[in-house]
């Protein structure tokens, strides 16, 4: 069996190289620079150096011009550095030049997350993900992975006479990205019964998104007590995870805790992790988490927008959440964040501050999501009473010669279809003329 399998941890000493092509994108590249750092860090490789190069445009064979690409390969020999990390993406063709040049191991930032993402997958859907995205990624670097491939061979399953190693595993990996495919959509299926079983209550559903490490996890854990994982590292939780909420006025609210989100996410993901992700365009709202004290907040917010944008969940209702207000001593940044964001609720998950405000509001969404209503149902229509029973809460029944009357909240997806069958809704003291 054909098998793409992480690398194991071999390095000990890395050099991050992150190269832009403008003055004023140079903070940018300096702080993306800074984050790679930290992503390296999470797999437990020491860092020795980080080198910001400028160059004027991208050159084929080394991404930036050969006279710095030789400065860089001396620093390696001095460092005595085992692998170079790019910030930036690496064509097949660059990477290969480099090993050539630098005698050592070289990678750029999507393979770094895709190492870490396999490092934290947990469930059997997140493993496909991560190994879907593996493959889609190393399918056009085959050539640096192997040193028989000049061999040919016939026989049996060979296509034809003379068929190089490289088609055949190339032809093996198609195989199984197929296979993987296949396995993923079964799991979507699965995770799409288990999404309408839940709309079968009158329970409504918020996804809780957001930059990674911006406190996801532990917000979900500081209002449901569940033991979900919580650590001070880059994507800690990839797998989602629901948990029940009793909100102030009674009303139960399903919280769902999705993988986070970072710059530069590598495209393969975005697709692998769709079926993780869309538990956020499924959710009736969004509570989106911001780490206030982060100084690149706005750029982080901008990412996750993004994101959503990708699928399709930007234009849904969202709660803006800043926690980790604790850490927050500027007078100057909070004022700031209150101007940008003047209906978002200030937290901070770790002292409990804000948390009851940010419950309230929750309360405050769910109720603008239902709405409560008095209906003559005919008697035929047994099918909308059915409806009524899965969807919405029935506060009264009582059944007449020619119709049912139901006093029920109703979702508002839903209400649309009844409005003919309305009598008198909660706003209103007087019967709705028909």
Request: hydrophobic share 40%; net charge neutral; charged share 30%.
């Amino acid at each position: 069996m054909f098998e793409i399998k992480a690398r194991e941890k071999m390095v000990e000493r890395a050099l991050l190289v992150g190269a832009f092509t403008g003055n004023d994108l140079e903070d940018e590249a300096q702080d993306l620079l800074s984050e790679l750092e930290e992503l390296v860090r999470t797999l437990g490789v020491p860092v020795k150096e980080k080198m910001l190069v400028y160059h004027r445009e991208p050159q084929s064979r080394y991404l930036i011009g050969s006279g710095k690409a030789e400065e860089i390969a001396d620093r390696i020999k001095e460092l005595e550095c085992d692998v170079l990390i790019f910030d930036n993406e690496l064509t097949p063709a660059q990477q290969r030049n480099w090993e050539d040049l630098t005698k050592v191991l070289v990678i750029d930032r999507q393979e770094i997350i895709l190492d870490i993402f396999g490092a934290r997958a947990q469930t059997r859907e997140a493993k496909i993900q991560v190994d879907l995205a593996r493959m889609a990624y190393s399918l056009p670097r085959l050539t640096k992975a192997w040193s028989h491939l000049g061999q040919q061979g016939g026989g049996i399953g060979a296509k034809g006479e003379g068929e190089s190693q490289l088609e055949q595993d190339r032809r093996k990996i198609r195989g199984q990205i197929d296979r993987l495919k296949r396995e993923l959509q079964s799991v979507r299926k699965a995770r799409a019964t288990q999404r309408k079983d839940r709309k079968r209550t009158p329970v409504p559903n918020a996804a809780i998104v957001g930059y990674t490490n911006a406190g996801k996890s532990s917000l979900l854990r500081r209002l449901t007590g569940a033991e979900v994982l919580v650590e001070d590292k880059l994507f800690a939780t990839l797998d989602t995870t629901t948990r029940k909420i009793a909100l102030p006025n009674k009303q139960p609210l399903l919280l769902t805790d999705t993988v986070g989100f970072v710059r530069k996410l590598p495209h393969q993901l975005v697709e692998a992790f769709h079926a993780t992700l869309e538990e956020a365009t499924m959710s009736d709202f969004l509570i989106h988490v911001l780490d206030a004290s982060n100084p690149r907040v706005m750029e982080y917010y901008n990412t996750t927008m993004k994101v959503l944008e990708e699928l399709g969940a930007d234009t849904k209702k969202t709660l803006v959440v800043f926690n980790k207000m604790d850490k927050v001593t500027d007078p100057s940044t909070r004022a700031v964040l209150r101007r940008h964001f003047p209906e978002a609720v200030f937290v901070s998950v770790h002292s409990g501050d804000g948390i009851d405000d940010l419950v309230n509001r929750i309360g405050d969404f769910v109720s603008n999501q239902v709405q409560e209503t008095t209906l003559h149902i005919p008697a035929h229509r047994g099918d909308l009473l059915a409806r009524l029973h899965r969807e919405a809460q029935i506060h009264d029944l009582a059944y007449e010669p020619e119709y049912a009357m139901v006093r029920a909240s109703v979702p508002a997806r839903f209400l649309e279809a009844l409005t003919e069958f309305v009598v008198v809704s909660a706003e209103e003291s007087t019967p709705v003329q028909k």
